[in-house]
């Protein structure tokens, strides 16, 4: 190996690179679905629904102890206005059932958790805090119990700190800083409010399990869903017919909960990646290692004469290769730590904080390992058989590793440089759909004018405000920054198109034509009367809201023109009735709501009437989608104020040219109440550039990745020629000694070259556009983003004349090396 620095170093940077981008891959894989909740006990035993159900619900399901050893139920996500030292900070929290804790089996760091009897006793002002804020806020305080913190606007005590690095029941997607029982008041936690706990139509709990010893996840699926159609019965659910499953459980005591079924979805893409970026490098070092091996043909010769037996050398260039591979490993592991922990660090453009750990723990650790003892045996082993095997009369004579041998075209070397052009074709086409599909996001139409668009979002009710004073004090607020020199338009909503989190999903009935109606499912916006304008959205039919729209009662609701295709058919809409059902929130990574997995109409519906048609925009994560999504807009009630959402409500201002608006807005809340926090400030064009940060990241990566299988196809390929010409230098010499000029040597070389890289292009091709097409089969993601991109000319075409020319090239440099043999030197033997 020292002897062959040139080889080692590229050998050794080959496997790296595989190892570790596979190591990085199944890290990435391990961070989201692998990790257990810290410090969750015997997380395996943990069942968890999938979609969130009404507390009601949970009470019902919670009877069947046959099934449960316990249960637990959580609000989540719930934001909560926490003061200290004058100053009101947003912390997010869950309102949790007593059960919670002891069913995961989680014990406090400090002082206790709420006991059984709180629920029934209710009112309660306790609060548990984490060990992280207890650290981060609390100043490590060994006599934080019994102290008192102010939740929005209440005092509540302390009466425990969770344990280390334990966020909650789904700490990546709802991690948690603060925890109160579901019995506190509404002025505590505004999600409690309005009869929460009793009603069936408040599906905001979700709710996890802890299975009874023999009782399978399917069983306890089964008997739940029965339950399920019973309640539809009892509570009269308009959607109580309708066929399907109403309970799906999800394993427990994960990150972040997939069922087993989807795992090989979610696995899929990622392993696809990793594994080919291994197989093309192993390849292109199996190439190397048969190349390096005929160099070394008269050295085996002579171990062999001498008396070394054939396992003893082959052990020996096992030993070779495995230490390559060893050393490969170590770097690989260090570089997929490195990239892994800067992946880990990067945020997410969420008010609400997403924690993801990406870095390598033991069992990546043991994965890696593993992959580098394969890797290790199957780049070497095949070369150690094969250069162990030689003639030995032959062998032994000076020059005899040229040796005349008949000319095999489709030898092992061959096939291995075959299946690397072939790869990295397809490789490097899959990750083109990918990057044209990533593209052409990035280029869409938002539907609205960002430019000079101002948001910042305040929450009266979670700074202390009652709800008679949060209705009083917004209106006021909002004239005040409309009378501003720096405004030239503004309004509420509760959420905003192109925010990566927080808009409500919900499900809808349309009266279609003929009298039927149909069930779809949409994003809803509550705004204000003068939204749309402010946003630039232009009314394409009848009109927008008015001041008679917000009071409380108004059945006013405006359409996208998505919506109003999708349920009309090109009807005019205006006028026709909906009725307004269930309502989940879409957060990032996973969508929340009975609405999202089988579409029906839950408790009471609202009716509404159509009475404008707005232009489509695109909204939040829904921007890689084909086609905007369907969007109801609905006026922003007085009583509105009073049950802010996950943000608050937001104010949208568009300034002047040059204008500093969310300065000005924030001297002119404070002037009018000091207490009041406002938070969330952003300009629209930075949150559209943060929205599609995570697709440009993507850009880069699927770009690197595809750039990287082609060059290890084309350094494998230049190895295999320069391989070649080693092995017919004699031949090359008698070709030329008999007259053959440098132009048929060339090409007798490149012929080879050609017809390796025309024969990987067809098959790469359609080991491609078969690949992207089984992958869009089952990953939407994937479906979405190469939609546009598997009939792109440039693509289908120009990626394989990219690949052909490199590997020509790759082809072309060592084939100039065999118009300079002599062939007096190359007949020479003796």
Known sequence: MATSPGFTAVALLSLTLGIGVATSAYSELNGFIGRDVPGAFKPGELVSMEAPIAYPDYRRYRERTDLFAGTLAYAAPVPLGVTSGGQTERVWGHLITPSYFSTLGVHPALGSFFSQEEEQTGRSPNVVVSYRYWQNHLGSDPKAIGKALRVNGQTCTIIGVGPREFQGASPMVYGADLWLPVSVEGRVAPELADQTLERHDRAIFHMEGRLRAGVSSARAEAALDAVARQLEQENGDPGRDQKGRRVRLLPGGKLLPIRQQDLPVVTGFM?????????????????????????????????????????????????????????????????????????????????????????????????????????????????????????????????????????????????????????????????????????????????????????????????????????????????????MPSVTAASYADTVPMTMMGQPRVTF????????????????????????????????????????????????????????????????????????????????????????????????????????????????????????????????????????????????????????????????????????????????????????????????????????????????????????????????????????????????????????????????????LAGIRVLAAVLAQISRTSGTSTSDPMLLVGTPLILAALALLACYLPARQSMRIDPIVALRDE
């Open 271 to 483: 392993t696809l990646l990793g594994g080919m970026i291994l197989v093309i490098a192993c390849s292109n070092v199996v190439n190397m290692t048969l190349a390096r091996a005929a160099d070394r043909r008269k050295e085996i010769a002579i171990r062999l004469a001498l008396g070394a037996g054939r396992g003893r050398l082959i052990r020996q260039l096992l030993t070779e290769s495995m230490l390559v591979a060893a050393g490969a490993g170590v770097l690989g592991f260090l570089m997929a730590t490195w990239l892994m922990s800067f992946g880990s660090r990067e945020k997410l453009p969420t008010p609400m904080p997403m924690t993801f750990n990406f870095a390598p723990d033991a069992r990546v650790l043991w994965f890696t390992i593993a992959l580098t003892v394969f890797t290790g045996l199957l780049f070497g082993l095949v070369p150690a058989l094969q250069s162990t095997r030689p003639d030995l009369t032959p062998a032994l004579k000076e020059d005899g590793h040229v040796q005349l041998r008949r000319h095999r075209r489709w030898n092992l070397r061959n096939l291995l440089v075959l299946s690397e052009v072939a790869g990295s074709l397809a490789l490097l086409m899959i990750m083109g759909f990918m990057v044209i599909g990533h593209r052409s996001m990035v280029g869409l139409d938002v539907g609205f004018d960002p430019a000079r668009l101002a948001l910042i979002s305040v929450d009266p009710i979670r700074d202390g405000y009652s709800g008679e004073r949060a209705a009083d004090f917004m209106p006021k607020l909002l004239d005040r920054v409309k009378s």
């Open 509 to 768: 009935a349309a009266d279609v034509p003929g009298g039927t109606k149909s069930v779809y499912v949409g994003t809803k916006h509550s705004v204000g009367r003068d939204f749309l304008n402010t946003m630039g959205i232009p009314i394409l039919r009848g009109r927008g809201f008015r001041k008679e729209d917000e009071a409380n009662g108004s059945m006013a609701v405006i359409v996208s023109e998505k919506l109003a295709q999708l349920c009309w058919k090109g009807e005019d809409p205006l006028g026709r009735r909906m009725e307004l059902g269930a309502e989940g929130i879409a957060t990032f990574a996973v969508t929340a709501g009975v609405a999202d997995r089988s579409p029906h109409l839950t408790g009471k519906p609202q009716i509404l009437e159509v009475v404008g048609v707005a232009k489509n925009v695109r909204d939040g994560l829904v921007l890689v989608a084909a086609d905007a999504p369907p969007v109801l807009y609905l006026p922003l009630h007085p009583a509105d104020y009073a049950r802010p959402g996950l943000l608050g409500v937001t104010l949208i201002m568009r300034g002047t040219p040059g204008a500093d608006v969310l300065s000005a807005v924030r001297r002119e809340i404070a002037a009018m109440d000091a207490s009041l926090t406002p938070f969330n400030a952003r300009l629209m064009p930075d949150e559209i550039a943060d929205l599609l940060f995570p697709i440009q990241v993507a850009l880069y990566t699927y770009g690197c990745i595809g750039i990287f299988g082609l060059i290890l196809a084309s350094a494998g390929l230049a190895g295999v020629t320069a391989y070649s010409v080693t092995q017919r230098r004699k031949e090359i010499g008698i070709r030329v000694a008999l007259g053959a000029r440098n132009a048929d040597v060339m090409g007798l070389v490149m012929k080879e070259g050609a017809a390796l890289i025309l024969a990987g292009v067809v098959i790469g091709m359609a080991g491609a």
